[in-house]
T-cell receptor, first 113, second 112 residues
Framework: NAGVTQTPKFRILKIGQSMTLQCAQD?????MYWYRQDPGMGLKLIYY???????DKGEVPNGYNVSRSTTEDFPLRLELAAPSQTSVYFC????????????FGSGTRLTVV | RKEVEQDPGPFNVPEGATVAFNCTYS??????FFWYRQDCRKEPKLLMS???SGNEDGRFTAQLNRASQYISLLIRDSKLSDSATYLC?????????????FGAGTRLAVHP
């Protein structure tokens, strides 16, 4: 049981490049999330998904896209990378509702230069 | 105003000390509350849920005051390994899912 797995752990992108951050969970969680964390700031929700085929925007979705073709996978796509997207990205998953917290992946540290 | 506010710290305490962190939340519809721990350059990990009656897990005690919209975490007999950032979290049901709102965190440094 690996939990939530994110790849890559680190990446440097040039301005205007694109990339996909991978996230997979093996806990059969319906709910998955993408967050970004900037220094000294709280986690900001980018996108979330309540199940396969269903995604929705969070607080800071601009510049990102997601898909959820299976319960296990929830990739985050960055198109036309910008320096403002330099951040640490965390994927998380959870059971549906109720008094459950989230399980986080180990993060992807992205630098856009 | 931030939805979940915490004192950023850092709190510098000696081993064995008792330290308390406070947190306030602005949305009275919040239904669940948590404390997460985040080590430097690592992911947040669930430390404990917070229940209305208060709850304890070893050296850690969490309290919730719904009337004041206030959450606290008490750590007794601090260990060097407790050094981390502690994130206060309030959850509401929004759009059919359990939406977690994270505070920016309180940093704790325990020294010998």
């Amino acid at each position: 049981n690996a939990g939530v797995t994110q790849t890559p752990k680190f990446r440097i992108l040039k301005i205007g490049q694109s990339m996909t951050l991978q996230c997979a969970q093996d806990m059969n969680h319906n709910y998955m999330y993408w967050y970004r964390q900037d220094p000294g700031m709280g986690l900001k929700l980018i996108y979330y998904s309540v199940g396969a085929g269903i995604t929705d925007k969070g607080e800071v979705p601009n510049g990102y896209n997601v898909s959820r073709s299976t319960t296990e996978d929830f990739p985050l796509r960055l198109e036309l990378a910008a320096p403002s997207q330099t951040s640490v990205y965390f994927c998380a998953s959870s059971y549906s509702t109720g008094n459950y917290g989230y399980t986080f992946g180990s993060g992807t540290r992205l630098t856009v230069v | 105003r931030k939805e979940v506010e915490q004192d950023p710290g850092p709190f510098n305490v000696p081993e064995g000390a008792t330290v308390a962190f406070n947190c306030t939340y602005s949305n009275s519809a919040s239904q669940s509350f948590f404390w997460y721990r985040q080590d430097c350059r690592k992911e947040p990990k669930l430390l404990m849920s917070v229940y209305s009656s208060g709850n304890e897990d070893g050296r850690f005690t969490a309290q919730l005051n719904r009337a004041s919209q206030y959450i606290s975490l008490l750590i007794r007999d601090s260990k060097l390994s407790d050094s981390a950032t502690y994130l206060c979290v309030a959850a509401i049901i929004s759009g059919g899912y359990n939406k977690l709102i994270f505070g920016a965190g309180t940093r704790l440094a325990v020294h010998p």
